[in-house]
């Protein structure tokens, strides 16, 4: 036999057949893969470098333009290092209301006395009955809608309060303005020496040594961007409440963890207050404790009242905004969320995770200010927040109106020739109701920082109206 072996078969195909692949189209396979190659490469190669790139951002998420320090009180000059969070900051001018809060936009005609063009809309209109319960007080004047914090400066300075008797002292621009820088510079050094000298003076003269509302440098160390305390006022108040808890020179800068300070950085403004002695110092009435027992009970051991009540001649208190107390009693905190978690909640850009400075009302902001934890759908949760504020409010109207008729009472009564004991003792039950009912209602959640307290409070309000009149009764 012939040893030669045909073409096929050396090609180890089987004999008498021919490849089913020309040449031409084995090499167009193998450039087709040779290509997929080449980008399979490049975008292997784009994507470790994009994480790369993200890596680097997450290490050092801004960039150093400008030098910042404990002098750098100008938002804008932050913003050069950080124009995501600078943006945010910028937005706080929205006028956006929500059911039960938030502040609807007004046009106003502005003046030589008062330039603003919007304003917030005023709760004395909304709701007359707050006329009678501020008798004979600066809030009986004039009381707004809290807008976002763009405008607590100007809001605070062009308030007809600012008119009423005396007008107020320096003490309220602790809250109302960037006072790190301010505070430091009187003081020479000396925040607390800085601090006392503008609580004494009369607002106007204290307002020549701030320019700006709240700032970075209110809540960030310049160096380290962390958080911090810069309020005296505050820095008092908890190392106060420390003390009664058993936590003796409580220090908040030192002592307290970061998540704490996502909601004492809040704290230092949104709560209850009063201005001490005739040098106005501004003091948190927490020596006691949170709740409004506490509070009243600590009023009462100083002696302290905010004013005479113009139409039954009682001695009452002023609730301010107590915010951190009310929240300090609600399932929120007591499940370890902050402030900023809910007005000031995380959000991804790009590698980042910042927090928004574009603080707002949850309400406003759903999907991350609640969605993180709670898996109901949008409609579902704003109708619970809802349906809690609308009960609250409902219990609201229910004080109010037991407060009006103890007033009704105490005056006929008066008149009709009640006795001092009888008076005195109705007056005793007033001033309480009077200072429960404006706690829950000066506090901008509607309730629902602290739902169960806010209802408890409501409701005792209520009977101590009532036994306001049957003691005169």
Known sequence: MDSAQPESRKAGLPDGKRSAFPCGCVLAVTVLAAGAA????????????????????????????????????DPAVWGRNFPRQYDLYLRTVDMVRTRFGGSEALPRTPSEADPRSVVARSKLEADPRLKRLYAGYAFSVDFREARGHAYMLQDQTFTLRQKFKKGQPGTCLHCHASTWVPYRKAGNGDMFAGFEKLNQMPYFEAAKHVNKPISCIDCHDPKTMALRITRPAFIEGIRNLKAAEGIPNYDVNK????????????GQCHVEYYFKGDAKRLTYPWHKGLKIESIVGYYEEVGFTDWTHEETGTQVLKAQHPEFELWSQGIHARSGVACADCHMPYKRVGAMKISDHHVRSPLLNINNACQTCHRETEDELKARVEAIQERNFEMRNRALDALMDLYDTEKARKAAGATAAQLAEAAQWQRKAQYYIDFVDSENSMGFHAPQEAMRIYGTAIDFCRKGQMVLR
Do not use: H, S, W, Y
């Open 38 to 73: 080449a980008v399979l490469t490049v975008a292997v190669a784009a994507l470790l470098i994009n994480i790369n790139q993200r890596k680097i951002e997450a290490r050092d998420p801004f960039f150093r333009v400008v030098e910042l320090t404990e002098d750098t009180d």
């Open 255 to 266: 002592m307290a963890t970061r998540q704490e300070m996502r909601g004492f950085v809040c």
